[in-house]
C-alpha cells in the first residue's frame, strides 16, 4: 500500500504561482511513476504531468506545457508540481497519482491517489 498526501494548493491571481506536493508513504517510491491529474467542477478527471519512475521521462499535457514543471525527490519520497503562469481554466483539484513501474495518462492505469488539494485562480 502507498499513501499519498498533497499539499500547496491555495488561491491565487492569474499569472501567479503555486507550488505544489505530494509525499508518499513506504519504501518503494522510486519504482512508481508519479502523475499529476486535476478535476474541475463537471469535468472528467485529466492528466497533467508525470514523471517516470526510471527518472528519465517527464510528461506534460498540451495545455500545461511550457507552465508547469514536475519533479520528484526519491529521496523524499516526494514530487512537486510547480505552476507558473497560472490561469482561471488551471482551477480544479489536483491530485496525486502513483502508477508502479508504469508510463500512463489515464487515470485508470494508475494504482494510488491522494486525496486532492484545490487551486482556484481568479481572474
Known amino acids: 500500500q502507498v499513501q499519498l498526501v498533497e499539499s500547496g494548493g491555495g488561491l491565487v491571481q492569474a499569472g501567479g504561482s503555486l507550488r505544489l506536493s505530494c509525499t508518499a508513504s513506504g519504501r518503494t517510491f522510486s519504482r512508481y511513476t508519479m502523475g499529476w491529474f486535476r478535476q474541475a467542477p463537471g469535468k472528467e478527471r485529466e492528466f497533467v504531468a508525470a514523471?517516470?519512475?526510471?527518472?528519465?521521462?517527464?510528461y506534460y499535457a498540451d495545455s500545461v506545457k511550457g507552465r508547469f514543471t514536475i519533479s520528484r525527490k526519491n529521496a523524499e519520497n516526494t514530487v512537486y508540481l510547480q505552476m507558473n503562469s497560472l490561469k482561471p481554466e488551471d482551477t480544479a483539484v489536483y491530485y496525486c497519482?502513483?502508477?508502479?513501474?508504469?508510463?500512463?495518462?489515464?487515470?485508470?492505469?494508475?494504482?494510488?491517489w491522494g486525496q486532492g488539494t484545490q487551486v482556484t485562480v481568479s481572474s
Open positions: 514523471f517516470s519512475w526510471s527518472g528519465s521521462s517527464t
Open positions: 497519482a502513483a502508477d508502479r513501474y508504469g508510463s500512463g495518462r489515464k487515470p485508470g492505469e494508475y494504482d494510488y
